[in-house]
């Protein structure tokens, strides 16, 4: 069709412009079709490969990075007064990438002076073996009944209460001690030791985060704006906001507040 009514190969030029500009155009369909296959395949491997590549590089680094060792000798329990860890021995537990298990019955335990997961693949392997979780807020770990999620600059947090909008968090931190020996006989002296302590945080799924402070008179100012709310349904329902129970309680309720906003 293209020879018989472009005047065929005596027309001269006609019908290689039109026929190059149908091939053009041809190849510039194919060449942007296969674009975009092209992408959208790299999108999907990519997708498929983000989990394994996470579940490879879990660990970048050996645990006790902030070495904990210079404080804490475990061979010697008995002279201290604590530990540096939230819960001393390893327990079993899983790691999770957002929301999907990529680490399955590992030991771990979270030491609170390096605010690290600190895992081994058994219970039964050394303690020097431990390795430290990577630091990503795409990561948490749930070790028996206790989760803990990381805030990149603000570290990990134990989980109180995981709302729709509104998360109770809580920041454990250890405060180290030295060992102190009696300079005479009116002293005595003592054990190194390692403190508890702890701060109640609120987070909202909008990233927002308030800080409770340790006096209720504090903590109530601390909501600005929506004091009179917290305080009205504290006084209702007669809540101690120093108890992370009734901590717990007003969370919930400030979760299921439409359009709540710290």
Request: with cysteine; glycine share 4%.
């Given at each position: 069709?293209?020879?018989?009514?472009?005047?065929?190969?005596?027309?001269?030029?006609?019908?290689?412009?039109?026929?190059?500009?149908?091939?053009?155009?041809?190849?510039?369909?194919?060449?942007?079709?296969?674009?975009?296959?092209?992408?959208?395949?790299?999108?999907?491997?990519?997708?498929?490969?983000?989990?394994?590549?996470?579940?490879?590089?879990?660990?970048?680094?050996?645990?006790?990075?902030?070495?904990?060792?210079?404080?804490?000798?475990?061979?010697?329990p008995e002279n201290y007064e604590g530990t540096p860890y939230h819960v001393n021995d390893f327990l079993l537990g899983d790691v999770y990438l957002?929301?999907?298990?990529?680490?399955?019955?590992?030991?771990?335990?979270?030491?609170?002076?390096?605010?690290?997961?600190?895992?081994k693949e058994s219970l039964n392997d050394d303690d020097e073996s431990a390795k430290a979780l990577v630091k990503s807020k795409e990561i948490y770990?749930?070790?028996?009944?206790?989760?803990?999620?990381?805030?990149?600059?603000?570290?990990?947090?134990?989980?109180?209460?995981?709302?729709?909008?509104?998360?109770?968090?809580?920041?454990?931190?250890?405060?180290?001690?030295?060992?102190?020996?009696?300079?005479?006989?009116?002293?005595?002296?003592?054990?190194?030791?390692?403190?508890?302590?702890?701060?109640?945080?609120?987070?909202?799924?909008?990233?927002?985060?308030?800080?409770?402070?340790?006096?209720?008179?504090?903590?109530?100012?601390?909501?600005?704006?929506?004091?009179?709310?917290?305080?009205?349904?504290?006084?209702?329902?007669?809540?101690?906001?120093?108890?992370?129970?009734?901590?717990?309680?007003?969370?919930?309720?400030?979760?299921?507040?439409?359009?709540?906003?710290?």
């Amino acid at each position: 069709d293209l020879f018989r009514f472009k005047g065929g190969v005596n027309c001269g030029h006609v019908w290689e412009e039109v026929l190059y500009r149908l091939k053009s155009k041809t190849m510039k369909k194919i060449i942007n079709n296969s674009l975009i296959i092209i992408y959208f395949a790299c999108s999907i491997g990519f997708a498929q490969n983000r989990k394994t590549q996470f579940a490879t590089e879990l660990f970048v680094y050996s645990a006790d990075r902030y070495d904990t060792r210079s404080l804490y000798d475990p061979a010697t329990p008995e002279n201290y007064e604590g530990t540096p860890y939230h819960v001393n021995d390893f327990l079993l537990g899983d790691v999770y990438l957002e929301n999907e298990i990529i680490l399955s019955n590992g030991a771990l335990r979270y030491n609170a002076i390096a605010d690290e997961i600190e895992y081994k693949e058994s219970l039964n392997d050394d303690d020097e073996s431990a390795k430290a979780l990577v630091k990503s807020k795409e990561i948490y770990a749930k070790i028996i009944n206790d989760t803990f999620v990381f805030i990149p600059s603000q570290g990990y947090f134990l989980v109180i209460y995981d709302g729709n909008n509104l998360s109770l968090l809580k920041k454990l931190t250890k405060k180290y001690f030295p060992p102190k020996k009696a300079q005479n006989n009116y002293e005595r002296s003592t054990l190194a030791r390692f403190e508890d302590r702890f701060i109640y945080t609120m987070y909202s799924k909008n990233g927002k985060i308030l800080e409770l402070p340790r006096s209720k008179n504090k903590k109530l100012k601390a909501f600005g704006g929506n004091e009179k709310i917290v305080k009205n349904y504290a006084k209702e329902h007669n809540l101690d906001l120093n108890n992370e129970k009734d901590l717990k309680k007003l969370t919930l309720y400030l979760d299921k507040i439409e359009g709540f906003s710290l």
